[in-house]
């Protein structure tokens, strides 16, 4: 007798966010009335694929959250914990907590400073794990992508420009079967070189007989990064929240 996976969800907030120059996470900050990190967990509680969210947080502020999970109603929520000083940190944090899920069972690691995933992206996450042992969520690059080094007369002097058409922009979330994102970090962290800042890379590089497959993102799945973007993300969440048809979230 076989049972479905689990399908667990960690929403990442362990930074602190100084890029955006607030006193306080960058989480934590209002977004139509709403502090960001609860727009983010809403859309996992929303969705009917996700059993439990897991919620990682700077670690003075976590009672915050705490406070704003009772607050909000949200019953998913198994636990509110401190996060890593790095992202790598707060990911090993997050696979730490789901110590007695199996490995048969699926993580959802989101950003977020992503608050307007939607639960139709969240599902399709779940969806292609079905097939694949781990997924990225990204949408096509309109720019053309750079690569750059040290110029000979100073600054940057471009040294490759890569097919545009090969390039994506990675969103989260992104998703695993539990027992390859454990794997990966395994080996991760005995890496003297590892330098991550996406879960995806981390299996990329340790597990490369592992395809890490592509789910169609969104453009309105904005990371909340410089003071400017919180003014972006209310239009888009008043768009996305109309009543016109294709325009709810």
Known sequence: MTTDPRVIAAVLAGGVGARMG????KQLLPLEGRPIITHAID????CPDVDEVIVLMVAEHVGRVE??????????????LPGGG?????????????????DTDLVLLHDAARPLVRPATISACVSA??????????????????????GRTGGEAITEVPVRSKMRRMQTPQGFRLGVIRRAYDLAMADPELVATDDCGVVLRHLPEEEVRIVPGEETNIKVTNPGDVEVAET???RLESPVPGGRR
């Open 67 to 80: 406070d704003l999970v009772a607050e909000s109603g949200f019953t998913k929520v198994s636990r509110v």
């Open 22 to 25: 607030a006193p306080t996470p």
């Open 129 to 150: 794990l079905e097939e694949a042992g781990a997924v990225g969520v990204a949408v096509p690059s309109s720019d053309t992508v750079v690569c750059v080094a040290p």
């Open 86 to 102: 790095t992202r790598t940190e707060t990911s090993c944090a997050a696979l730490a907590a789901m110590d007695t899920a199996a």
């Open 236 to 238: 888009l969440l008043r």
């Open 43 to 46: 859309a996992f509680e929303s």
